[in-house]
């Protein structure tokens, strides 16, 4: 590419991209006197001392050293070259100016290194895009084309029907380019999913707060309802492990009013609550929130995936593909760097056969006796389908394990339940359940699928997710931890991971608690906050928030909460759907996947396993505008 076009200056967590047309390349400062040469020399030897360019690398163009020696320090004046209709001598502060003039610098004191740190601000929205954007037309089409090639030869598909029912394999709506973000929001964000991992454990080891929690919701919800009855019962038999019956075809009636009475025992439990393994596969999204142009972003939590995580097989493909783009076009030594290696898929399957490997040596089981079953619809062909038979495939070419796919129906009529909890299905035994459904009401259509799923949770089999852990993404949940000392009650003696949890926590202000706060927050500014409810469905805003509290039962303030609304820095980027690109403004929320294989109280493996960027175009406003996201990567600035 044309060196003119940009310049590319690196620290370990910032990379800024500046435009530098060569009709407007600023001579040398001439008021310090100093020659282009010398000033290039001053200026690489002093971001070396900074740490901003390597030692030994490629030198800077002529034309970025230039830009960057007469960028001004904050506060300093700068004056525009005459050019057109602009008046010789006229002065502005530091940043301003229109598009299109030339800048020197007539702080004579300042040094090339001085500028340099000064352009190097930490500004959030100093880079837009990884490449200067509009790409040429005829590269912007080439490289579409690399895309849409390279993701359909590598599984990055959907699989979608025609008018006849007949699949077609169509590439993943997808950007070209990774999108811009914070390397150090990035770094707290793997950092806050390892907190997170052991929060959702102690949760789990707190039974009494999730049941207290979520009672609201069960009059009102039937699914949550029903899975906490199925949460009761698997407490209760863990609490008298000489009493409970083994899992039996007909489980827990859907209909019955509470666990509680069907079993007639306590719901109270010991410390050590369910003692059979269970494995947390999950992802938290963070979405960065910018209040203004020049403050620094924040991470705010905007959702946890506790079942069936979408993307981790896609999230690694969209990484590599943004690699192999970027090292077909620009500066790869330069850029491949910015590009977090993503080997979520690795990682999760190795996880899957931890968990396995675990259940086995748990129970004497021989590894190729053992098998996984993925709970799924029948005939499911989403795109949550293709990435379970990636990971299929790894888990039988890796670790010779076989992955059955069942549904609900399947296991109330196929699978064989015996007295000592095992599970079985033909010869081999069942070490792991997977649900990819389960989620929804709709998963459950008759008491078969209730059954199937009480069933399997009273079983030993490890659970992926078990009730417990499910129900830890609930919005009331989240609701839950947003209320003064809750957080504390949970991770005790820790004040830089509480610090942690509720920073990405805050935002969040729950009505039956502060009503009056709530009015007053609404009256001075009602378009900062979203009306977000525990049962789903679109968030309220602006002053129809107002009418809708005015209106609830306090039941209902119960199952609502007050948002903050984020803020999401604009950036550029294309997006590519069915071949066809289009270049616009775009935000972007950050996945983090996390796991946790425990047995009680014991965590026995967890970690982060990877990431995945979900990017959509902006509306006029800087919102969210309808539609799906796209899948995107991170580049790390």
């Known amino acids: 590419t044309n060196p003119n076009n940009k310049c590319l200056t690196k620290t370990d967590t910032r990379v800024i991209w500046m435009a530098a047309s060569p009709s407007a390349a600023p001579a040398a400062p001439e008021s310090t006197g100093v020659s282009r040469n010398s000033s290039r020399t001053s200026l690489k030897s002093g971001m070396q001392a900074l740490g901003i360019l390597e030692a030994g690398s490629r030198d800077v163009n002529a034309e970025a050293v230039e830009l960057l020696a007469c960028v001004p320090r904050p506060g300093s004046t700068i004056s525009r070259r005459s050019s057109g209709n602009s ?25 090339a290194a001085a ?94 707060f999730l049941l207290t929690a979520l009672q609201p919701v069960a009059e009102k919800d039937e699914l949550t309802n029903k899975l906490l009855r199925i949460l009761r019962v698997v407490l209760n038999e863990t609490s008298h492990p000489t009493d409970h019956a083994p899992a039996s075809p007909a489980g827990l009636s859907p209909t019955s009013p509470t666990a509680a009475t069907a079993t007639g025992t306590s719901t109270s439990t010991p410390t050590n609550t369910p003692s059979c393994p269970s494995l947390s596969l999950h992802r938290t999204d963070f979405v960065l929130h910018l209040p203004t142009a020049v403050s620094m972003p924040t991470l705010r939590l905007a959702a946890l995936s506790t079942i ?137 259509p008759t008491a078969s699928e209730w059954s199937a799923r009480m069933q399997l949770e009273r079983s030993r089999v490890v659970k992926c997710p078990s009730v417990a852990d499910q129900l830890t993404g609930h919005p009331l949940v989240r609701f839950a931890l947003s209320r003064p000392g809750v957080l504390e009650s949970l991770i005790p003696g820790d004040p830089a991971v509480l610090a942690a949890l509720q920073s990405v926590l805050s935002g969040t202000v729950t009505l039956s608690d502060n009503a009056h706060n709530v009015m007053s927050m609404l009256a001075e500014a009602p378009d900062e906050y979203l009306l977000h409810s525990a ?63 425990v047995d009680g109280p014991r965590m026995v493996h967890g970690g982060v396993l990877g990431h995945v960027l979900r990017t959509k175009m902006t509306d006029d406003d800087g919102g969210m505008s309808a539609g799906l996201a796209v899948l995107d990567s991170p580049f790390l600035v």
């Open 87 to 111: 008046h010789a001598g006229e002065s502005v502060s530091a940043g301003g100016g229109g598009a299109g003039p030339t800048w020197r610098r007539e702080d004579s004191s300042s040094s």
């Open 115 to 208: 500028a340099a740190a000064a352009l190097l601000v930490e500004n959030p929205a100093a880079m837009v895009s990884c490449l200067p954007l509009p790409l040429p037309a005829r590269t912007s089409a080439l490289l579409c084309k690399y895309a849409s090639d390279w993701a359909l030869c590598h599984g990055l598909v959907v699989n979608l029907s025609d008018s006849r029912g007949r699949a077609q394999l169509q590439h993943t709506p997808m950007t070209l380019l990774p999108t811009p973000f914070p390397a150090s929001e990035f770094n707290e964000a793997v950092n806050v999913q390892l907190h997170l991992n052991s929060l959702l454990h102690q949760m789990r080891l707190n039974p009494d």
């Open 308 to 444: 069936n995580p979408a993307f981790p097989v896609f999230g690694t493909l969209i990484a590599e593909l943004h690699r192999h783009v970027l090292s077909r076009h620009g500066e790869p030594g330069m850029q491949l760097r910015s590009l977090p290696h993503n080997t979520c898929m690795a990682h999760i399957t190795e996880m899957l056969a931890r968990a396995v490997s675990y259940y086995c040596n748990l129970h004497g089981l021989v590894l190729s006796r053992a098998c996984v079953v993925v709970v799924e619809h029948t005939h499911s062909d989403d795109a949550g389908a293709l990435e379970m038979r990636a990971i299929e495939h790894a888990l039988w070419d890796k670790y010779n394990l076989a992955m059955l796919r069942k549904s609900f129906t399947d296991i109330h009529t196929e699978f064989e339940f015996r007295a000592d909890r095992s599970v079985h299905v033909g010869d081999a035994e069942v070490a792991l359940v997977l649900y990819r459904v389960g989620a929804r009401l709709s998963d459950y």
């Open 535 to 597: 049962l789903g469905g679109p968030a309220r805003a602006g002053h129809d928030i107002i009418d809708s509290i005015l209106s609830m039962t306090p039941e209902e303030l119960h199952l609502h909460a007050l948002c903050e609304r984020a803020r999401p820095p604009m950036r550029r980027n294309c997006l590519i759907q069915r071949g066809a690109m289009v270049l616009g403004n775009v935000v972007s929320e950050l996945g983090v996947f996390g796991a946790a294989l």
